[in-house]
């Protein structure tokens, strides 16, 4: 039976796993909590992928008093070798006497394995607790671990007409400040961020993750470019960026081009194009989830939105409206996507909305109609 006492120590549990986000891609983000006749011993979060697990940060903190103590974990513990070695065998030989867990691991290495051999080693276990605010820190690996797909969210800040720009071909901030910083913090636990040829040549955009008072984490470049377009001067290809710029084009794109680009540490790969004759998305997901990007973070511009949307790719949305009307002469925020109803139309839920600055921000999770 779950106490208060259980959901304040796996919310402590959750504080520490959100310490990883954005760091432990393809890993789920995972935090926990070493407790002992209701006192704090230690606490620890998986901080990158080939790293020790939280439980096992935990319990070296924690020492010979883990010994009869209760773990506290927002995942459940694994019982199988990858980069690292079992969690479940080493709280069984910490001496750990009661485990509580968030939310079982869908991992198919894991998936109900770790918990049955606590169960096994005669330790008390106890599940499901606070699993919803444990879904939903790992909601990117959740969808990757199960479909080898990368997580989508689209961004975009856009006026109360729905444009993203003044005018065709020209760039113009449309959002204020405040809501720049929170696109930063989103790059910020992003793996990856997309945009398409018609930003890189408007805008000449960084890409990275500018912080205050923090060191961001740059997320991998994505470009759309279908005939590889871009300037080899372009911001993105000369940036001192641990994070690589990657750029997908269409099969016929010339071969020297490509080597061109390499040759300055670009990655480039080529897709198919689908049946609008526009690179095949799907395709370019999957290839980044091949490559254990767990989130993509799009920010446009209106073709790819609509690409997106049109092939049911957007998971989420943080859509920023900046109180002011751009006129007939921008380009909308979705441009390829056409519905006759609003019963056709897709639609958002658990819709949150948030001030920043003069702005409004709009998220949600994105539902489509059959």
Known sequence: MTTEKDRYFMRMALKEARK??????????????????????????????????????????????????????TLEPCNHTGRTPPCSQALVAAGIK??????????????????????????????????????????PFLKYITTSMPWVVMKSGISLDGRITYKKGTSGWITGPESLRKVHQLRDISDAIMVGIGTISIDDPSLTTRLINRRGRDPVRVVLDSSLRIPVSAKILHLDSEASTWIFCGPEADVKRKEELRAIGTVVRSVERDATGRLDIREVLAALGHEGITSVLVEGGAQIHGSMLRNRLVDHVNLFYAPLF????????????SVNSRNEAIHLEKIECKRFGDDVMVEGDVSYQS
């Open 20 to 73: 990883g986000l954005g760091r432990t891609s393809p890993n789920p983000c995972v935090g926990a909590v070493v407790v002992k006749d209701d006192r704090v011993i230690a606490k620890g979060y998986h901080t990158k992928a080939g790293k020790p697990h939280a439980e096992i940060n935990a319990l070296r903190k924690a020492g010979k008093e883990a010994d009869g103590a209760t773990i506290y974990v």
């Open 98 to 139: 009661r485990v509580v867990v968030g939310m079982e691991d869908p991992n198919p290495l894991v998936d109900g394995r770790g918990l049955a051999f606590l169960v096994d080693q005669r330790i008390e276990v106890l599940t499901g607790v606070l699993t919803e605010e444990c879904r939903e820190i790992n909601r």
């Open 326 to 337: 751009a006129g007939d002469n921008g380009i909308p925020v979705v441009q390829g996507l």
